[in-house]
């Protein structure tokens, strides 16, 4: 049966052992809604210097039904080659036909490297493509590189645990592939003036990939942190890990209109919801501000928060490996400190809009 898909899938042969045949790196940009993902934009900001060390095209992928418009964007951020499989089949994603149509345009250019964002469609259109051409795949990637001399990504990621960073090489197979989180990375600032080309491409889907029709979509409504969006996080652990710790951030949170985050203690503590942790197993923020109060910064905690705009971090404990990386590093008790912070950033704002209301 297997057998039989691949058959009727692809009419071109691949062979992803013959390393030289491999050329390019090219990043899925995804289409959600209509929108371009930023992680699209973000994947091209990390992959152009990659491109550039290996002499190659950077290449960016467009699937779906009225995407073409996207293109300039991805050109402007760095694209060289934009492949856009424009197609009524693609309005709604679908493993099958997103995987069929992806599948296609890999056997016809080989890019030796192939990145995706880490969403939902990213990792289960990333893991299809993977397990169909039996090349290796490293998700959650932190951070992206490449040996020039060998023509290996680098794909490193926090691994046992979170205690050591470890480097995922793909040697003997083509495409090298790794997802990346949504807002670990961050994107380049356009340049319109970039020249890139459209390459308008044609697929085949076949028979039994088209059976599923999309009837109707029913979107979830998930407790909403506001953390991914929210221009300033207010951030608490183990050392305010209790009511009164709580109490208090969502005070300071409510005086900044920030969004209050939480290490993964404190969420299984039962203080506050999943939806709030920060971290490698909960949502990656980049505010312009981030308020990290009695939370030690394990690496888990790190790779969620560490390309924020500012780090402030209050902690009793100046070694805290938070307050290393902390733009400002308060030593202080929390419990003694936020109550004198609030009122005062309170009275100061208040002077704010005020001053704003009389100008
Ligand atoms: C596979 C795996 C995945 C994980 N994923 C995540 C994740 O996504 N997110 C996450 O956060 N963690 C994650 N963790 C857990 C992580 O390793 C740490 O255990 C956790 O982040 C620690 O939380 P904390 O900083 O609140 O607590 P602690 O490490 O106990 O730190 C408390 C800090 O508060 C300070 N403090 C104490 N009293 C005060 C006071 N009065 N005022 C100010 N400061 C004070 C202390 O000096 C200390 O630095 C994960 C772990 C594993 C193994």
Redesign the pocket.
């Known amino acids: 049966m297997a057998e039989e898909h691949q058959k009727e899938v692809v009419d071109e042969t691949v062979d992803v052992k013959d390393l030289d045949a491999w050329r390019g790196i090219w990043i899925y940009g995804e289409v959600h809604d209509g929108e371009l993902e930023g992680v699209a934009l973000e994947l091209l900001h990390a992959a152009r210097p990659l491109a550039d060390a290996l002499e190659t095209e950077l290449g960016a992928v467009l699937l779906g039904s009225g995407v073409k418009r996207h293109a300039e964007t991805l050109i402007a951020h760095g694209a060289d080659n934009v492949y856009v499989v424009d197609h009524p089949e693609l309005a709604n994603y679908r493993t099958e036909v997103y995987h069929e149509a992806l599948y296609q345009l890999i056997v016809r250019y080989k890019p030796e490297i192939m990145l995706f964002g880490s969403t939902a469609n990213g990792k289960d259109l990333a893991s299809a493509i993977a397990t169909d051409l039996e090349t290796g795949l490293t998700a959650d990637t932190t951070m992206l590189g490449v040996n020039k001399e060998e023509r290996l990504l680098e794909a490193s990621r926090p691994a046992f ?2 205690n050591i960073m470890a480097t995922i090489l793909c040697k003997k197979h083509r495409p090298q592939m790794a997802t990346v989180r949504p807002r670990v990375m961050r994107a380049g600032e356009p340049d319109v003036t970039r020249q890139g080309k459209i390459n308008e491409e044609s697929v085949t889907f076949s028979s039994q990939n088209l059976l599923k029709t999309i009837i109707e979509t029913v979107k979830e409504s998930s407790g909403d942190s506001g953390l991914e969006t929210a221009d300033i996080v207010v951030a ?6 209790d009511q009164r710790g709580l109490e208090m951030v969502q005070a300071l949170a409510g005086v900044l209109g920030a969004a209050v985050g ?6 299984e503590m039962g203080l506050i919801g999943r939806e709030h ?6 949502v990656t923020v980049m505010p312009k501000i981030y308020i990290a ?9 790190l ?2 928060m560490q390309n924020s705009g500012t780090i402030i971090a ?4 100046p070694e ?1 490996p ?1 307050m290393k990386i902390a733009h400002y590093a308060v030593v ?6 936020l109550p004198k912070l609030t009122a005062s950033l309170n009275e100061a704002l208040k002077e704010v809009k005020r001053d704003v209301l009389t100008v």
């Open positions: 645990g979170g608490f652990g183990k050392g305010v890990g939480a290490s993964r203690d404190v969420v942790q920060v971290g490698q197993t909960g109060i009695g939370i030690s910064g394990a690496v888990q905690h790779v969620g209050i902690n009793t404990d805290a938070i202080a008790d929390a419990y003694a400190l």
